[in-house]
C-alpha cells in the first residue's frame, strides 16, 4: 500500500490550490482516504474524507463549501479540491487510508495505518 500526496504550495488568500493523493496496492472501492493536515504547534486534524464504499464524503466544519474531496477510480487518485484559501489553510497537508474497517466514521489520525509523504500549503495575507 503507497499513497503519494502533491500539489501543494504558495498561495494568496483567496485563491485555490488542488491537491492529488495517487494511491496503489488498491483501489479507491476498497478503503477510505482521509485528508488530515498539521500546523506548526497543532495537532493533526482531519480535513475531508470520501468513503470507499458509495464516494459518500465528511468535511471539517471550518472547510465546509471550501473544500471538495472527489475521487478517480481509474487513475486512483483522490483529489482536493481547496478554494477560497485562508491564512489559518497553512498546514502540511496528509492523505491516509486504513487497514480495517471503511467509510468516513473514524476520523481520529490514530486509526490510519498508511499514510502519503505531506504536501505544504501556505496561504498568505
Known amino acids: 500500500v503507497q499513497l503519494q500526496a502533491s500539489g501543494g504550495g504558495l498561495v494568496q488568500a483567496g485563491n485555490s490550490l488542488r491537491l492529488s493523493c495517487a494511491v496503489s496496492g488498491f483501489t479507491l472501492d476498497q478503503k477510505p482516504i482521509l485528508w488530515f493536515r498539521q500546523a506548526p504547534g497543532k495537532e493533526r486534524e482531519g480535513v475531508s474524507c470520501i468513503s470507499d464504499r458509495d464516494s459518500s464524503t465528511w468535511y471539517l466544519e471550518s472547510v465546509k463549501g471550501r473544500f471538495t474531496i472527489s475521487r478517480d477510480n481509474a487513475k486512483n487518485t483522490v483529489y482536493l479540491q481547496m478554494d477560497s484559501l485562508k491564512p489559518e489553510d497553512t498546514a502540511v497537508y496528509y492523505c491516509?487510508?486504513?487497514?480495517?474497517?471503511?467509510?468516513?466514521?473514524?476520523?481520529?489520525?490514530?486509526?490510519?495505518?498508511?499514510w502519503g509523504q505531506g504536501t505544504l500549503v501556505t496561504v498568505s495575507s
Open positions: 491516509a487510508t486504513r487497514r480495517l474497517g471503511s467509510g468516513c466514521y473514524t476520523r481520529s489520525p490514530r486509526m490510519y495505518d498508511d
